[in-house]
């Protein structure tokens, strides 16, 4: 009887086994992935890619197969590519074949392949080639974005006043007053930096990049389809996007209220202009899902960004003041102590550019990249990666990558100098991608660093409330998305 079962058990497995097989050969379509780990039926390479230390276990890897290789998420193959060299090779001189979205389980129930970020195809193209020339006239309009910028600043700097030096965690402040820059774009409005639902929406996504950067997240991204249906965290952050949609959406509700097609004020009249034109066509991509969709991919893409940048900017100069002092020192000889900073003054001040491209280096704000996807069977390095196969570029190891950075790990802005103290380019700086999905904000974020660090530090010095020695600048979580340790520090007024 106990050896019938045992048996039934056994057979049981065995079945059980061949039906993965057979589908796992399916997954695989046939192509010739690079090599990897051996993986387990259903459970992929979990031995192997520690879910609290996936771009660890990434760097592992790389040791033993080299910068290219295949694991796998569950049943799901996904190709990795290392250092600068097989990351350059794939997003640029191929630029057409790994130009698609790969999956991303956390996110899938809330966007489900529409906006901008997530979507593929020709859906994609319009909103990527619409969001850009949006972006673009509402730089160049009326009044320019380094305007709207150094007027938002001028708010921040005004609220670092009011503290008198006291200490303070940086987070919310910097994240408001980056979002309101963002927020006039999109909403064409700031936001007051008291207000409730503001200050509310500013943690809720946090929170998210912080969740969609944690442990469970990398498991979900394994075994969404079996994890999607029990309870758990990934329900909470499907309800925090799902918050965000209902305030975007509620966003549009207001604009469609008082809608001139004759003057448009921001991104959404000038979406809801192409859907009142395409109206009678049923297959138009302007319609209110990619509309509350891609709003909301440029209103998060364009907070946490740049102000997890600024947070992570601070704790290193606090870590290294002599840096800060050589920083006010270029801001004392270029901007003076009166006029406002201008993107202009960049050029000029190659030092403080120098700081702040090895402050994102740092910051690796996205360290295993935004998945990609290949958009037809595509020959890479001898291997044939079958349509539809999931790439993640390893942005942390291009960042890191020993061949382009003398000291990978070490702060050191002589990374970006040459040696008469000029800029000097560095190919293999990635922090905003490279190829057809290159960020699009990257110009926005460009002068919304550059103003923010020059604003704040022609005003104030750093101070810290430990001694330099004892600030520890590990991220505090590494997953997705490096997130910085928590911290305080006084702005004290120069
Ligand atoms: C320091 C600031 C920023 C960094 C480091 C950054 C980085 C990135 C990266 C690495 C990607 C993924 C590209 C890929 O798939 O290969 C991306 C995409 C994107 N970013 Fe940014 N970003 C920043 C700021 C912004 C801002 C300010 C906006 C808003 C205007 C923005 C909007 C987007 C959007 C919409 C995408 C998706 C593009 C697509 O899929 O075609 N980002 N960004």
Redesign the pocket.
Known sequence: MMLGGAFSIFMALCLSCLLILIAWKRTSKGGKLPPGPTPIPFLGNFLQVRTDATFQSFQKLQKKYGSVFTVYFGPRPVVVLCGHEAVKEA?VDQADDFSG?GEMPTLEKNFQGYG????NGER?KI??RF?LTV?RNFGMGKRSIEERIQEEAGYLLEELHKVKGAPIDPTLYLSRT?SN??CS?VFGKRFDYQDQRFQSLMRMINESFVEMSKPWAQLYDMYWKVMQYFPGRHNYLYNLIEDLKDFIASRVKINEASFDPSNPRDFIDCFLIKMHQDKSDPHTEFNLKNLVL?TL???????E??S??LRYGFLLLLKYPEVEAKIHEEINQVIGTHRTPRVDDRAKMPYTDAVIHEI?RL?D??PL????NVTRDTHFRGYLLPKGTDVY?L?GSVLKDPKYFRYPDAFYPQHFLDEQGRFKKNDAF?????????????A???M??FLYFTSILQRFSLRSLVPPADIDIAHKISGFGNIPPVYELCFMAR
């Open positions: 997003l979205r901008l970020a997530l979507s994609w909103l990527r969001s972006l980056v820059v963002i774009v891609t991919n440029l209103f998060f893409a364009g907070t960004t740049v997890s940048t994102q910051t704000i996205v990249g935004v998945p990609h570029p942005f990635v922090v905003f991608s490279s190829g057809k999905r290159i960020c699009v904000g990257e926005l974020a460009r919304e660093l």
